[in-house]
């Protein structure tokens, strides 16, 4: 008997394995006939997700922990038993900014530590000669696009919430609102920054994965309750995804899987194969950037859910006053990313587990992330922070 199911999702690359799982014919093998459902923001999918409209979602992966906690909406709790993708955003600027940044920087502008120094710079000047704060978009509350921008300034000594403006932009949106000029830059995912550099409206400044070098940012999120309903479709649905993962993961597949994603998402098939190999044009000028990190679909153990990156996106909740801290709270986030369901689905063996010994975010500034003392590591940051301000005023 074939199981029916409709999936939301939204038209980025990370959602590739979903795509892949659907279109060659994965998710069939395994019984299921999913009907994927394009959405244009995330509220719309985590709402439709959280009432049953869809079974299940491409979804942020701090939503999933934030619905499950009940903070910034009902509580809706939900698993993730796949991780689709490990970073993949990246930070643009128009090129004005760029230009005002690249005139201000003490080194390379191309380093976060000395980016963020100089936007605390260059922020400064503008408050102090009366000009409106700038203003940065990114896709949602609840996401690593909200939390790098976040981390980003405060390394350099900005507060996010008085220094700037963030406004929430769905990810389709982010090009044309940077061409208007209704924000100075953004953080979203691939393809839009690419998209804005092709348009000559935009500059790439920071790959995410140079801000932190490993974050959980899509998964695969069910309602809970649901997954427990129908434990079998479950299986079913991750090893389709699975099966899916390691055929992208193929270099002699990777033609094919642009083609099935540049359809889906209306771009071309040359801007995808760039993408997922992290060979991006950075500027209008065709200056190219390569990094092997910048996303991560498949293999190295990526699409086992690590309670550890669950931990980390509700360090960020807490740090930046979503949620408050509690060991609940923390406990049952990271029950969200548990490898359970994956694990039946796929088996432990075959998970491909390479974490051991790894700082398992690899920010460029702070500490190693210690998911057992978030409290010391939110103390930690209050005093840095404290300190790059201060230094501002010397």
Known sequence: MTEKLRIGFIPLLDATTLLVA???GFAAAEGLDVELVREVSWSNVRDKLNIGLFDAAHLLSPVAIASSLGTGHVRVPLVAPFNLAVNG?????SPRLFATLANAADGDLGDPKVSSRTLARV???RKARGIEPLTFGMTFPFSNHNYQLRFWMAAGGVDPDEDVRLVVLPPPYMVE???SGHVDAFCVGAPWNSVAVDLGIGNILHFGCEIMAHVSEKVLALRRRWADENPYTVVQLVRALANASRFADVAGNRERV???VARRLGKSQQLVLHTLAGHLKINAN?????NDSYIVIGGHGVNRPDPIQAAWAYAQIVRWGQAPLSEQLQADAESVFSSNLYDAAVGAANSELQREGRDPIGAFAGDVFNAGDIT?????????TIQSRLSLVR
């Open 89 to 93: 955003n990246a930070i643009t600027v």
């Open 376 to 384: 010391g590591y939110l103390i930690a940051w209050r005093n840095r």
């Open 177 to 179: 609102s940077l061409a």
């Open 258 to 260: 642009a083609q099935i």
């Open 22 to 24: 659907v279109d060659l």
């Open 123 to 125: 922020v400064s000047d």
């Open 286 to 290: 065709g200056a190219l950037r390569t």
